[in-house]
């Protein structure tokens, strides 16, 4: 018994001083999404400034498909010892209703939520309606001739689509595609007339008057799109929603030792304050968040809440939000 | 015009700039040669690699590695019958015959030479009419997808070799491989049998890397005693004669080329198969057949990717959206050096603009260095031994089908189509048709659904559209008039006369 308690004391104590120097060798940065995506694009801009934080470097690789959860479970087949990190946009707190895993963010430990994005509806130029009320008004008169853009089952435009279907009862048609880039591409050769979008992905093709924002889903006006007005003046009800909006976030599996994980949440911290990343991500209207720990829970947990249980009321979820103890918002 | 040309020649008059886009172009050519190693992953390293950089540097090294890329699939088409790159599958046809002939050296100084004109034929049409291209681009509507794919169905007439049945036959497998992992309109899961793996599908590189190499390497194996084909190397530098005579040729391929290439969402995959079909077709008499070692069959596929190359900058330049995967790793790239990559770009920083133009005809310029120098060196690979040149096929297809996701499935998937094509080979069922439809797959079933969506179901406005498009009216004729003129009495009326 003595033996067993001086072993372990003396193994907690060694693992202690091995943790204090974490890292002791390069991490590995698994990325959901594809090169050249947004999650790609804001993971790769902000690594360089936590490597020197760190004092090594984050390997970044690419591990698409399945929605992101192919790079999921391999992150949680690792070792929890904080060498492999999760670099991953929002799609993950969809995955229990949606029945595509029964792992979510809310299952790991968020080091970082990076910046957040706000959806907005754009229309192609020649759409003869300006606003989110007008849009509705012609889309009750002529029901199905409204083509609406969308990016698959539970990625952005489904759920702020089933956020404006709680609200009014109008038929849109929708077409499929693979991602907003392409979506935004069929909106301008109007393959498609209205589609809901991160603002930071739609915003230059705005600003060179080649397509028209209808309705900013956010509960105030953005400076980057004055004179915009928030959807809530017109819809007073998205107030039970919003303020909500994909996310980029950074996550180790749980059970990662806390020296670890503080040294990699200290780290992205810094590397997140950077003002080039600053700049960088308000240049794209993206509102930095830089928060972890609590802060993060709680941010994941209201975003998992209102969209599965958006999802769920709009009748396309596979599973009840209630199955996995998911609170109503 | 005079700031024009002072912006393009930015990298021509730095010694710093015009060596990084050397050593890019270098680089790029041996990165595009490993089957796996794609341009698109190259060029998503170098952007954290060169974070730091001055962005016209990085742009530098990274326009290098694409075109250098583009060009070097070609290099292990020809010499092992490994496409480096999907771009490449139709230059291992006729590439990779002409090599076992003992002209590997030739081959590869004619696809040089092509694949340089085609680069040229690109950048030009970027530089004078790279708005216009792009509006038009922008008009092709899912319906004009969906016949643009179906164009390419055709191809598998001019792959499968004689034996149409067998031929429809691999076809129509690709395609069935290329329906696997979730339903990219829906997400439900498509013959995945509940395997997490399976649901991003069969990854089209792995197929094609098992398909061409391995298929290739067991079928050697039949005939180890016999003794390697001696390369001539007398003559690397195609013949003056040979360039001007092929020059029509490959300005139809490259104009076929660039405006696949600026289509947002297809690119230098089927823009060289397209190109490879209608070299077939336009080709009356040929000195060998096609895939026996023609080298019309080399040209076409050659100049037609790398004038893709420049197609893929025109929507992405001019309108800040990508023309293929390369281009929308370039889109973030810009984004991280603080440029705002969209159709304010232009007007902004036109300077970009110029500079990306200069900096990839330099780019081009040594891709004609570097490709027509150490010919001689490659063309001995094929000398090798066949107990040497068959394991460093299976090696180099292993390494490769694992670096495509770092995923040991992709090695599996590899050597399991490797066996399957073998035993395709042995009863000659063509394997060029399943790649074909595992890359079309996507596109047609697609583009299919969006159009009959957007047509709401109805059959009716769908074909009342087709025809009233004058876009999809032509592409509609273009594949009857493939069609008919394959039919006896369309040979019977029109051939007479061209003979």
Redesign the interface.
């Known amino acids: 018994m003595k033996k067993t308690i001086m072993t372990s004391f003396v193994a907690l104590a060694l693992s202690a001083s091995a943790w204090a120097d974490f890292p002791t060798k390069d991490i590995q940065g698994i990325i959901q999404w594809?090169?050249?995506?947004s999650t790609?694009?804001v993971m790769?801009?902000v690594?360089?400034h936590v490597e020197k934080e760190l004092g090594k470097s984050i390997v970044?690789?690419?591990?698409?498909?399945?929605?992101g959860?192919?790079a999921m479970?391999y992150v949680e087949s690792r070792r929890a010892d904080g060498y492999t990190l999760l670099m991953g946009a929002e799609n993950p707190q969809m995955y229990k209703v949606?029945g595509?895993a029964d792992v979510d963010y809310n299952d790991m430990v968020p080091i970082n939520l990076l910046a957040r994005g706000i959806p907005m509806f754009v229309a192609n130029n020649d759409a003869p309606y300006n606003t989110m009320s007008e849009m509705v008004e012609y889309a009750k008169a002529n029901p199905?001739s409204v083509?609406v853009g969308s990016t698959?089952?539970?990625g952005l435009t489904s759920i702020v689509l089933a956020m404006l279907e709680s609200q009014v009862s109008i038929e849109l048609?929708?077409?499929?595609?693979?991602g907003d880039?392409?979506a935004?591409?069929?909106l301008?050769?109007?393959?498609i007339d209205i589609m809901p979008a991160v603002l930071g992905a739609a915003?230059?093709?705005v600003?060179?008057g080649?397509m028209k924002v209808i309705g900013l889903v956010d509960t105030a006006s953005h400076p980057v799109l004055p004179g915009v007005a928030p959807i809530t003046d017109e819809f007073p009800g998205f107030k039970d929603y919003l303020p909500w909006g994909p996310f980029f976030g950074v996550f180790v599996k749980k059970g990662t030792p806390d020296a670890a994980v503080d040294t990699l949440v200290n780290a992205f911290n810094k590397g997140a304050q950077h003002p080039?990343f600053v700049?960088?991500m308000e240049?794209?209207g993206f509102i930095i968040m830089n928060a972890s720990g609590k802060e993060a829970e709680d941010f994941l947990s209201s975003y998992r809440s209102v969209s599965s249980w958006v999802v769920h009321e709009a009748g396309f979820s596979k599973h009840s939000p209630e199955e996995y103890g998911i609170p109503k918002p | 015009m005079f700031e024009a040309l002072q912006y393009f020649s930015i990298s021509w008059v730095s010694p710093e700039l015009m060596f990084l886009t050397a050593l890019g172009t270098f680089l790029g050519i041996y990165v595009g040669a490993i089957p796996g190693l794609s341009v698109?992953?190259a060029?998503?390293i170098l952007?954290?690699f060169t974070?730091?950089w001055d962005v016209n540097s990085a742009l530098c090294l990274m326009v290098g590695v694409y075109m250098g890329g583009v060009y070097g699939g070609s290099r292990t088409a020809i010499l092992l019958n490994i496409p480096g790159a999907p771009s490449a599958i139709a230059t291992a046809l006729d590439g990779y015959p002409l090599a076992q002939q003992g002209k590997a050296g030739e081959a590869i100084g004619l696809s040089t030479v092509m694949s340089v004109i085609g680069g040229f034929v690109g950048i030009i049409v970027l530089a004078v009419a790279a708005p216009h291209v792009s509006d038009f681009a922008?008009?092709?509507?899912?319906r004009d997808y969906l016949l643009l794919g179906l164009l390419g169905i055709l191809l598998v007439g001019s792959l499968s070799g004689g034996n149409m049945a067998k031929g429809l036959f691999a076809g129509a497998f690709g395609i069935l491989i290329g329906t696997v992992?979730?339903d990219?309109?829906?997400?439900e899961e498509r013959f995945t049998y509940g395997v997490?793996?399976l649901?991003?599908?069969i990854n089209p590189i792995a197929v094609m890397i098992g398909l061409f190499g391995i298929t290739e390497a067991l079928s050697q194996l039949h005939h180890m005693d016999k003794v390697a084909v001696k390369q001539r190397i007398d003559r690397l530098i195609p013949k003056w004669g040979d360039v001007k005579k092929y020059l029509p040729l490959s300005l139809r391929s490259s104009a076929i080329g660039v405006g696949v290439g600026s289509l947002?969402?297809v690119g230098g995959d089927i823009a060289a198969l397209m190109a490879y079909d209608q070299a077939k077709r336009s080709t009356k008499n040929p000195e060998v057949e096609f895939g026996k070692g023609a080298k019309e069959g080399l040209v076409a596929p050659e100049s037609a990717n790398n004038a893709a190359v420049g197609g893929a900058y025109i929507?992405m330049l001019t309108?800040?959206?990508?023309g293929d995967?390369v281009t929308?790793?370039?889109?973030?790239a810009l984004?991280?050096h603080?440029l705002?990559?969209?159709?304010?770009l232009m007007?902004e920083r036109p300077e970009m603009f110029w500079f990306t133009v200069g900096n990839l005809t330099l780019a081009n310029i040594f891709v004609l260095i570097f490709g027509l120098t150490g010919i001689r060196l490659f063309s001995k690979i094929v000398e090798c031994p066949k107990g040497i040149l068959i394991p460093v096929i299976f090696l180099l297809s292993i390494v490769g089908a694992y670096s495509i996701?770092?995923?040991i499935a992709d090695v599996w998937w590899m050597l399991g189509f490797g066996m399957l094509g073998y035993f395709f080979k042995m009863y000659g069922v063509p394997v060029g048709p399943i790649i074909l439809g595992v890359i079309l797959s996507r596109l047609i079933d697609?583009n299919w659904r969006?159009a009959i969506?957007?047509e709401?179901g109805d059959l009716s406005n769908f074909f009342i559209n087709m025809i009233s498009s004058p876009l999809s009216a032509t592409l509609l004729l273009a594949i009857i008039l493939i069609l008919l003129s394959q039919t006896p009495i369309w040979k019977k009326v029109f051939k007479p006369k061209n003979t």
């Open positions: 594809g090169a050249g995506g790609d694009t790769r801009s690594t360089p970044l690789s690419n591990r698409t498909g399945g929605v959860v192919i479970r949606l595509l199905g083509k698959g089952t539970g048609t929708n077409i499929p595609y693979d880039g392409p935004l591409t069929a301008q050769g109007g393959a915003i230059e093709h600003r060179a080649r080039e700049e960088l240049n794209r | 698109t992953m060029v998503s952007i954290s974070f730091s922008l008009t092709f509507q899912p992992g979730l990219p309109l829906t997400a997490v793996e649901w991003s599908g947002p969402g929507p309108l800040g959206i990508p995967a929308a790793v370039f889109i973030g984004f991280i603080g705002n990559p969209g159709p304010m007007i996701n770092n995923s697609d969006r969506m957007s709401r």
